[in-house]
């Protein structure tokens, strides 16, 4: 008869880095958090699972970012790093930009900005440490004092003053204990792949018409041109486990990649010669939601949608509220002057509103600091990235890469000004925080 547990013998653990911060998770959020504390002059150490910097930028392959204008392109409202990274691809000639769209300011080379994460992190003398994955947290009399990861060379510890976790899943505040909690709806997520040779055929049309002879769900596909190229990035495939569970994430790389596979097969038999050919697979499925941490303040769709200002915000955002439904085909797109429309491809657009018509609108959104400081007894911690406190509609908008970067610029900036004054993460000024952001070119309006 197997036994249910194994024993493991106590035993002491290397600590193999000590340091201000340590941040976990490497997707841009993390990378701009760990660049914006050490330009300030704080020792960063940065640990990431995988092994590259980018999240879901280069490990799977979304290489679309939006506009950082307001809704009706009158304002610029985002800047700081997502900028400057921008700048650098643009000297490589890996970036395409396309002025007065939404979802589209710009499309990179997702190689490219992987070197180039690679690049800023070795500049600012950040500690990276890759194929590194967290373990425990390590907490002394209430205090947290270290985490614990494992990689190649064995079990260490990284002691650090201040911790931000940017694991996407919020990874380390549910170790902690930490209050966390899960949308009602979780929207699936998506396998992309790159392939060459793309079909000028309405590829749209034939995966909608020929989908139930190759197992794939009715879902919704886009996708964008890798510049300098004749690639194109695909996200078609419509994936529904629970990917903060260990055998969910596993069961859903499978799926993706097989869903990828039924769209070539599909492709090679209906559309017209020369067939696509598959040529990059991510390196991790892009997910849309798992977990949420409870922080001081949850971010509501009827906040979002409504344009309220926070005192302490410090982020904007104009991608409209984007919800890929998980008990039905399509999405829904809310904007914030109003408009509703429910997209399932092959059928008319559903347009509809929200609300009636107003004379003013707001034209942008903000995420306030209070939604990264998670409840409970830890004074040096803070959450950045897609599981932050917000409720299914906000999430909805505020979950995409370019909104997300800048929650990491800022938990970057307070850890530094809660080491520097002694306090709490609780209690960082926030008129503080946001001029310092501002000093680093994020626009704090």
Same mark, same amino acid.
């Given at each position: 008869?197997?036994?249910?547990?194994?024993?493991?013998?106590?035993?002491?653990?290397?600590?193999?880095?000590?340091?201000?911060?340590?941040?976990?998770?490497?997707?841009?959020?993390?990378?701009?958090?760990?660049?914006?504390?050490?330009?300030?002059?704080?020792?960063?150490?940065?640990?990431?699972?995988?092994?590259?910097?980018?999240?879901?930028?280069?490990?799977?392959?979304?290489?679309?970012?939006?506009?950082?204008?307001?809704?009706?392109?009158?304002?610029?409202?985002?800047?700081?790093?997502?900028?400057?990274?921008?700048?650098?691809?643009?000297?490589?000639?890996?970036?395409?930009?396309?002025?007065?769209?939404?979802?589209?300011?710009?499309?990179?080379?997702?190689?490219?900005?992987?070197?180039?994460?690679?690049?800023?992190?070795?500049?600012?003398?950040?500690?990276?440490?890759?194929?590194?994955?967290?373990?425990?947290?390590?907490?002394?009399?209430?205090?947290?004092?270290?985490?614990?990861?494992?990689?190649?060379?064995?079990?260490?510890?990284?002691?650090?003053?201040?911790?931000?976790?940017?694991?996407?899943?919020?990874?380390?505040?549910?170790?902690?204990?930490?209050?966390?909690?899960?949308?009602?709806?979780?929207?699936?997520?998506?396998?992309?792949?790159?392939?060459?040779?793309?079909?000028?055929?309405?590829?749209?049309?034939?995966?909608?018409?020929?989908?139930?002879?190759?197992?794939?769900?009715?879902?919704?596909?886009?996708?964008?041109?890798?510049?300098?190229?004749?690639?194109?990035?695909?996200?078609?495939? =419509? #994936?529904?486990?629970?990917?903060? $569970?260990?055998? &969910?994430? !596993?069961?859903?790389?499978?799926? %993706? /990649?097989?869903?990828?596979?039924?769209?070539?097969?599909?492709?090679?038999?209906?559309?017209?010669?020369?067939?696509?050919?598959?040529?990059?697979?991510?390196?991790?499925?892009?997910?849309?939601?798992?977990?949420?941490?409870?922080?001081?303040?949850?971010?509501?769709?009827?906040?979002?949608?409504?344009?309220?200002?926070?005192?302490?915000?410090?982020?904007?955002?104009?991608? =409209? #509220?984007?919800?890929?439904?998980? $008990?039905?085909? &399509?999405? !829904?797109?809310?904007?914030?002057? %109003? /408009?509703?429309?429910?997209?399932?491809?092959?059928?008319?657009?559903?347009?509809?509103?929200?609300?009636?018509?107003?004379?003013?609108?707001?034209?942008?959104?903000?995420?306030?600091?209070?939604?990264?400081?998670?409840?409970?007894?830890?004074?040096?911690?803070?959450?950045?990235?897609?599981?932050?406190?917000?409720?299914?509609?906000?999430?909805?908008?505020?979950?995409?890469?370019?909104?997300?970067?800048?929650?990491?610029?800022?938990? &970057?900036?307070?850890?530094?000004?809660?080491?520097?004054?002694?306090?709490?993460?609780?209690?960082?000024?926030?008129?503080?925080?946001?001029?310092?952001?501002?000093?680093?070119?994020?626009?704090?309006?």
């Amino acid at each position: 008869m197997a036994i249910s547990t194994i024993h493991e013998p106590a035993r002491d653990i290397p600590v193999i880095e000590d340091c201000d911060l340590c941040v976990l998770g490497g997707s841009c959020t993390g990378v701009f958090a760990a660049i914006r504390a050490a330009r300030l002059g704080l020792r960063v150490v940065i640990v990431e699972r995988m092994g590259c910097f980018g999240g879901v930028a280069t490990l799977s392959l979304v290489n679309l970012w939006h506009s950082p204008m307001d809704e009706t392109f009158e304002k610029d409202i985002i800047g700081g790093l997502t900028l400057e990274v921008i700048e650098r691809l643009k000297v490589k000639g890996a970036v395409t930009e396309k002025a007065g769209f939404a979802a589209y300011a710009w499309a990179f080379n997702a190689s490219e900005m992987e070197i180039e994460l690679d690049r800023m992190i070795v500049e600012h003398g950040v500690v990276p440490w890759l194929h590194t994955s967290f373990v425990a947290p390590h907490v002394v009399d209430g205090e947290l004092q270290a985490v614990i990861v494992e990689n190649k060379s064995g079990r260490g510890a990284i002691r650090a003053r201040f911790f931000i976790d940017a694991t996407g899943d919020g990874d380390l505040c549910h170790r902690l204990g930490l209050e966390t909690y899960r949308a009602g709806h979780r929207q699936p997520s998506t396998t992309c792949a790159v392939f060459s040779n793309w079909t000028s055929a309405p590829w749209e049309s034939l995966l909608r018409e020929h989908r139930e002879e190759f197992g794939l769900p009715e879902g919704f596909a886009w996708g964008a041109r890798v510049p300098g190229s004749d690639l194109f990035m695909l996200a078609g495939t =419509r #994936v529904h486990y629970d990917c903060a $569970d260990a055998c &969910g994430l !596993t069961h859903a790389e499978i799926e %993706g /990649r097989r869903q990828v596979r039924a769209i070539h097969d599909l492709l090679r038999k209906y559309a017209p010669a020369p067939s696509p050919v598959l040529q990059t697979l991510p390196s991790r499925i892009g997910i849309r939601a798992t977990r949420h941490v409870s922080a001081l303040h949850r971010l509501t769709g009827a906040e979002l949608l409504e344009g309220r200002r926070f005192p302490d915000a410090i982020a904007n955002g104009s991608y =409209r #509220v984007d919800i890929h439904h998980d $008990d039905k085909p &399509g999405i !829904t797109f809310r904007y914030l002057d %109003g /408009r509703e429309t429910y997209l399932r491809p092959g059928f008319p657009y559903v347009e509809g509103r929200w609300r009636e018509v107003t004379e003013t609108n707001p034209t942008f959104y903000q995420i306030p600091y209070r939604s990264l400081v998670p409840k409970g007894p830890y004074t040096n911690l803070l959450a950045a990235g897609r599981f932050i406190d917000a409720d299914e509609t906000a999430h909805g908008a505020i979950r995409v890469m370019v909104n997300m970067n800048q929650t990491g610029e800022a938990a &970057g900036v307070a850890a530094w000004l809660a080491l520097e004054s002694g306090q709490a993460a609780s209690v960082v000024n926030p008129t503080t925080l946001r001029g310092v952001l501002a000093e680093g070119r994020s626009i704090m309006i």
